[in-house]
């Protein structure tokens, strides 16, 4: 998730449960996972840093994103504002994308989709306009519809570090991760558990992929994690079984979708 606050975030949901939405955090790279390969085919190699600084008295955070289209990259909107708050907003020359080593790309617009909760983690979801068109990385494609209950898919993110990182994850059910003492809310979100790592500090707005017909498929962007069992913030490392990842959807079938077609008709 996005670097440089503290893990945890307690939400009060029905019947007096608890959820601790973790975005952020000390920066790391995902935990148990494998350095990612840039194949070119519209996935991993469309995958890029995002960072923003405001100047002196800002310490600046890093997050991950994912280009949709030539003009456009995809990430989460609390790594657009100031602390991570709605209402203090980054500016477009805030931002800046890495897509590797010293290259930047130019940001000239933040567009933020409505309805965004911070505590629910909801609608947590930003396009970010590039100045110039990129023509050296092909575009994510967008997923067409939602992934199934126990599909595997891949995140991929930062984690605050120079080389990009990849987790394999599971596609859960809200059920699933309800079936213990916090609940979480059913707000149009996608949840996984952990196969083999997943998303950490660093790598919030960063992609979760399910690769259809040899192809990569972008179905979510990363916006935190839990752990279902303490209600607490979660420890990837050490607890792991009870480790739920939070993610908005993005695919076409998604609440998302408008929001995305309507600024990027050639998503996907």
Same mark, same amino acid.
Request: contains cysteine; positive net charge.
């Given at each position: ?38 194949? *070119? ?8 840093? +995002? ?13 991950? *994103? ?61 396009? #970010? ?41 599971? +596609? ?16 149009? #979100? ?11 500090? *660093? ?29 607490? *913030? ?35």
């Amino acid at each position: 998730m996005v670097r440089r606050l503290k893990w945890g975030r307690i939400a009060s949901v029905s019947l007096a449960a608890f959820v601790a939405w973790a975005m952020t955090g000390q920066a790391s790279a995902l935990v148990k996972s494998q350095a990612a390969q840039a194949v *070119g085919d519209g996935g991993e190699a469309a995958v890029v840093r +995002v960072e923003a600084d405001r100047g002196f008295l800002d310490d600046g955070l890093a997050c991950t *994103g994912t280009l949709i289209a030539p003009r456009w990259v995809i990430t989460a909107q609390h790594c657009t504002n100031l602390d991570r708050r709605p209402g203090r907003p980054y500016r477009a020359r805030d931002v800046v994308v890495r897509p590797s080593g010293d290259e930047r790309w130019a940001v000239a617009a933040v567009w933020r989709m409505g309805g965004y909760d911070e505590q629910s983690l909801a609608n947590d979801v930003a396009l #970010l306009e590039l100045a110039e068109p990129v023509t050296t990385v092909s575009p994510a494609r967008i997923a067409a519809r939602p992934a199934s209950t126990d599909t595997s898919a891949d995140v991929y993110g930062f984690g605050g570090t120079p080389a990009q990182h990849t987790g394999r994850v599971r +596609v859960t059910s809200l059920a699933a991760v309800n079936n213990g003492p916090c609940l979480f809310p059913d707000r149009g #979100l996608a949840f996984v558990t952990s196969v083999h790592g997943g998303s950490s500090p *660093g790598d919030s707005g960063g992609p979760m992929f399910v690769r259809r017909n040899g192809a990569l498929e972008l179905q979510s962007v990363t916006s935190g994690a839990a752990d279902r069992v303490s209600c607490q *913030g979660p420890d990837l490392a050490k607890r792991p079984q009870s480790w739920v990842g939070i993610y908005n959807r993005v695919d076409r079938d998604s609440a998302a979708w408008a929001f995305i077609s309507a600024h990027v008709p050639a998503a996907g």
